[in-house]
């Protein structure tokens, strides 16, 4: 019983305290838990919760970011990360001859004109961009306004679903992940801009598939932080 209380002691009250030698015994059954109890004063932070004030917040932390799942804040739906593999197999389920456009989404509800955004792009090789749900050609005179927020993509390439698509596919996946960082939309032409939308990350990236990339990160201990 000694032996245990000990145990239960912080590792610098331990210190103090010397080794304890270990009973010569097999086994021992029927011990009553050993528990320690200090008195110390606390303080009336009105923060404060259960989980502060016992110290078992890191744990709940760490627990949570292994063993939770996020959800998106906007439509309640699990978010989800894919492979560059999943991104292509999800994509081949489209009925054979569905036209869709392969999307690098850039800028998601920021203000600003983005001039410099479309001469780079141009410079770049792209021909067309979808802005605020309309695709226009980047060669134009394209004037937005500076107080409004925006949503550009930039069309990396227009395809019919099919069999024999997957190379072309495999590349504009590839280059749409590099220009989005991370994130690509597969939209289907004719329907809405983000709700029919499909949207997909690389592994190790999350997102909703159905509210489109936005500023969700996979669950880390960081993510849960006590009220400051």
């Given amino acids: 019983g000694q032996r245990r209380y000990v145990e239960s002691l912080s590792s610098f009250a331990r210190q103090f305290l010397g080794q304890m030698p270990k009973p010569d015994v097999d086994l021992i059954a029927g011990l009553s838990p050993s528990i320690s109890i200090s008195q110390k004063s606390a303080g009336g932070n009105p923060r404060s919760t259960v989980g502060t004030i016992t110290e078992i917040y890191d744990y709940l932390r760490v627990l949570y970011a292994r063993v939770g799942r996020g959800h998106c804040p906007q439509c309640g739906r699990p ?17 054979a001859g569905t036209k869709f456009l392969v999307l690098a989404p850039l800028v998601r509800g920021q203000k600003g004109e983005y001039r410099d955004l479309f001469e780079d792009l141009a410079k770049r090789g792209f ?11 980047l060669s134009d005179d394209l004037r937005l306004d500076r107080q409004m927020r925006h949503d550009i993509e930039v069309v990396v390439d227009r395809l019919a679903a099919g069999p024999n698509i997957r190379p ?24 809405g801009v983000r709700e029919e939308g499909r949207g997909v990350r690389e592994k190790g990236r999350e997102q909703c598939l159905a509210a489109g990339p936005s500023s969700l990160v996979p669950l880390e201990h960081e993510s849960f932080r006590p009220l400051r």
């Fill in 127 to 137: 021909v067309r961009a979808r802005v605020d749900g309309s695709v226009v050609r």
């Fill in 79 to 95: 978010v989800t990360a894919q492979t560059r593999e999943q991104i292509l197999q999800r994509i081949a389920t489209l009925p």
């Fill in 168 to 191: 072309r596919l495999a590349e504009a996946v590839e280059l749409a992940l590099q220009t989005g960082e991370g994130n690509l939309i597969v939209a289907p032409e004719g329907r």
